[in-house]
């Protein structure tokens, strides 16, 4: 069985509450929209400028569990441990590439990928 690791997501720790002035009477109903709310790219990115977003177009990685439309965020500034899955330059394309230790052949990585993002619909 497949096992996954979970990251948990932080509540971001900005305060966006704006002062309640002194009132008299029931609170207002919208105080509720002064919760912040969670930047992905806070959760998400660590260093922004090193950070790419690429759509997969097609199921052909279906083996990496990426799927058309899945949205791949790639850290170009990390480097690439073992079983991280990588963006390599291949044949002069773009190939999808599970890291292995025992690796023989020589890889030109672009970019290693932190996070997919799936869509649900």
Known sequence: MKTLQVNLIEKSKKNYRVSRPTQTGFSSPATHYNEPRVDLNDVLIENASATFYVRAVDDSFNAFDIYKN??????????????????????????????????????????????IIKSVK
């Open 70 to 115: 899945d949205v791949l965020i790639i850290d170009k500034s990390l480097t690439p441990k073992h079983n991280q899955l990588v963006i390599a330059i291949r044949d002069d394309a773009f190939k999808i590439i599970r890291i292995v230790a025992e690796a023989t052949t020589e890889l030109q990585i672009w970019g290693v990928i932190t996070y």
